[in-house]
């Protein structure tokens, strides 16, 4: 006998966004994408790169996708990828939406928003790898976890804040526990 379960028994999740924010609008947005279940090295490997200990990123195949998917996601949206980092397992960017992108839309003529994007760009990553995996006969999976973290960048200060987070983000692998598996 199946038990039936209501719509209150399950856990109410947390609203990610804001809720009365057009994320359609100009501006700069810093965006987090991360594997499901965060599975470490799918998308890279970070490694001590010169003799001064500056990191080096080592793409894997999947991580080449995602670095290529950016720009057909600029040319398809008409948006800027500003900065961006492919990590072992998430990838952070920051995307920058103008006037050239408020003249591409759905078709319904409205611009499309933050979450088109990001989804755009997850999509265009996971069709892209299916068809690698499809033609090695291997199962892909489940590539995304079902959301993304973003930042509405809000000034010159916030945006510079989060382009160095993004340009320091590998040296702060390697200090992590993270790091056990990339020293090569």
Not at 44 to 68: M, N, V
Not at 103 to 130: C, M, Q, T
Request: with cysteine; aromatic share 14%; charged share 20%.
């Amino acid at each position: 006998m199946c038990k039936v379960i209501a719509l209150d028994d399950f856990p109410l999740r947390k609203r990610m966004r804001l809720s009365h924010y057009d994320y359609s609008q100009n501006g700069a947005y810093f965006v987090t994408v991360c594997t499901k279940d965060t599975c470490n090295f799918v998308l890279s490997y970070i490694r001590r790169g010169d003799p001064c200990g500056r990191p080096e990123i080592a793409l894997t195949p999947l991580g080449t996708i995602c670095q290529q998917a950016f720009q057909s996601i600029e040319n398809t949206f008409m948006v800027t990828i500003d900065t961006y980092s492919i990590m072992p397992n998430h990838v952070h960017f920051i995307v920058s939406l103008s006037e050239d992108h408020k003249n591409k839309g759905d078709r319904k003529g409205h611009p499309y928003g933050l979450g088109a994007i990001v989804g755009g760009y997850k999509s265009l990553v996971a069709n892209e790898w299916l068809k690698i995996c499809k033609s090695r006969n291997v199962f892909m999976g489940y590539l995304w976890q079902r959301n993304y973290y973003e930042h509405v960048i809000r000034d010159e200060a916030d945006y510079q804040i989060r382009w160095k987070y993004i340009a320091e983000n590998p040296a702060k692998w390697l200090e992590s526990e993270n790091f056990f598996s990339t020293n090569l």
